[in-house]
């Protein structure tokens, strides 16, 4: 994810990196040649006139541009849910080592369960984008463990009920008391509904026949657009389409990112400085010396 120091005015304009327009400039290219190609041959096609013009066209494009505005709430609608289910992780995983940390001030008993813990939230974002958690799990609980824990599917689920375990096998010892366990109990039901929900938004994305209803309506569109257009503004055809279909493709290619809010886009969350703000709140409740922060991409200067 890439995140700005807030701009304005001209510079805003120019901005690049964050921007959709890098994966979209392709698309404009075709369009500035088809543009080119209708100005040249006075819209003709074969030699046959395309009956189009404005008044034609723009009906069509108001329907279209709701189409996009439904589409893009969907896809934000995604976005913030998995904003909100990290933020509640943050809260229910500090809450919780909160709570141990109370509970059991020898820092034997309470920093394997704060290592447990750190390696779910590291677990759950590995999952989330499909990529290897063995190193990340080697780091914080030893070669043995993460061996063990190389063939489950759902790693973090696994720790999570091993962190249960523990905590209730104290409370059997006598180490806990069953208020205590019960507060505790709390925050871990907090961290599996959370878990939940990711894996909720992860494995049901919007429907792919819908998805590619809208991207052939809008190339149609765009690609049309230079014919209906080239009698009124002629040799300024190319200009005016590219930046409607700018408008038009880029929507929907921001759409297709934030409905993955946990990809590796610019624009999907950074859970990598998630986990690692995360990670930092356990061990700096633990009195134990902090990884560096990770900054997703932050940039104040243009490039």
């Known amino acids: 994810m890439i995140v700005r120091t807030r701009l304005s005015g001209l510079r805003l304009l120019f901005v690049w990196d964050g921007s959709i327009l890098q994966s979209v400039l392709p698309q404009l290219a ?10 040249a041959t006075h819209g003709r096609v074969l030699g046959e006139k395309i009956p189009l013009n404005a008044t034609l066209l723009t009906p069509f494009g108001l329907t279209l ?13 995604r976005f913030d849910e998995g904003r909100h289910l990290w933020g509640a992780l943050l809260i229910a995983v500090r809450s919780l080592m909160s709570q141990m940390l109370s509970a059991l001030p020898d820092s034997a008993e309470h920093r394997p369960l704060a290592r447990c813990l750190i390696a779910l939230v590291h677990a759950l974002r590995h999952e989330l984008r499909g990529s290897e958690a063995g190193a990340d799990l080697q780091r914080l609980l030893g070669p043995a463990d993460a061996q063990r824990l190389q063939g489950r599917c759902q790693v973090s689920t696994t720790l999570l009920h ?18 205590r366990l019960w507060a505790m109990e709390t925050q871990l039901a907090e961290i599996a509904r959370a878990i939940g929900g990711c894996e909720r938004i992860a494995n049901t994305p919007i429907p792919f026949a819908y998805g590619v209803l809208l991207h052939r309506t809008v190339y149609t569109y765009c690609l049309l657009l230079p014919f209906g257009f080239v009698d009124a503004t002629s040799f300024f055809t190319p200009l005016l389409c590219v930046f409607m279909g700018y408008t038009l493709i880029a929507l929907e290619a921001v759409a297709n990112e934030v409905a993955e809010p946990f ?3 610019p624009n999907a969350l950074a859970l990598d400085a998630l986990a690692r703000n995360i990670e930092r709140a356990v061990l700096d409740l633990c009195g134990l010396p902090l990884p560096p922060p990770l900054q997703p991409n932050a940039r104040s200067q243009l490039t």
């Open 263 to 265: 990809g590796l886009a």
């Open 65 to 77: 541009a709701i189409f996009l505005g439904f589409r893009n709430s969907a896809s934000f609608q």
């Open 30 to 39: 075709f369009m500035a040649l088809v543009s080119c190609v209708a100005v």
């Open 162 to 179: 091993e962190l249960r375990e523990r905590l209730s096998a104290l409370n059997a010892a006598g180490r806990l008391s069953d208020a």
